[in-house]
C-alpha cells in the first residue's frame, strides 16, 4: 500500500464516521423492542412510553420515570438487600444516591431486573464499531 492509498483510506475513515446516524435509529429500534419485550405489563404504559432518539453519534433512550424504579427497586433501607444500585447515565437519579429509596415507608419495591444499562452500552459498542469497520474496509 502506498502512501497515498493509506492517506485516502484514512480519508474514507474519517467521511464514514461523519453520520452513523441510520445506523443508530436501526440498532436504536432493536435495543427498544428488546426492552418492550421484555418490560414489565400492567397497563401496559410502561411498554408504550418506551421511545428513543438518535444522532449522528449517540441515542438516548425514554421511558416512564416508574420503569427505573421496577428495574432497580425502591427500598426502605439500602441494607434491605431488594433493590440494586443504580447504574450512571440512568435518569432520574436517586435523591439518595446510588438507590431509590422511599422516605417513610417500611416497606420497598423488589427490583425486577429486565434490562441492563451496561448489556445496552455494549452491544451498541460491538454492533456500531462492526458497521464502521465495515463501512471503512
Do not use: C, H
Not at 425486577?112 to 454492533?127: G, R, T, V
Request: glycine residues 8%.
Amino acid at each position: 500500500m502506498t502512501l497515498q492509498e493509506m492517506m485516502n483510506n484514512l480519508d474514507q475513515f474519517g467521511e464514514s464516521l461523519n453520520d452513523l446516524q441510520p445506523e443508530i435509529e436501526n440498532l436504536m429500534s432493536d435495543i427498544i423492542g428488546d426492552m418492550k419485550r421484555t418490560a414489565p405489563v400492567d397497563t401496559g404504559a410502561l411498554r408504550n412510553s418506551i421511545r428513543g432518539e438518535a444522532t449522528s453519534n449517540s441515542m438516548t433512550i425514554f421511558m416512564n420515570d416508574y420503569g427505573n424504579f421496577q428495574n432497580y427497586g425502591v427500598g426502605p433501607s439500602p441494607k434491605s438487600g431488594t433493590i440494586k444500585k443504580v447504574e450512571f447515565g440512568i435518569q432520574p437519579r436517586p435523591s439518595s444516591e446510588p438507590f431509590y429509596m422511599f422516605k417513610t415507608r417500611k416497606f420497598g419495591l423488589r427490583a425486577k431486573e429486565w434490562f441492563s444499562l451496561e448489556e445496552i452500552k455494549d452491544q451498541f459498542a460491538e454492533e456500531l464499531g462492526a458497521e464502521i469497520i465495515a463501512r471503512t474496509f
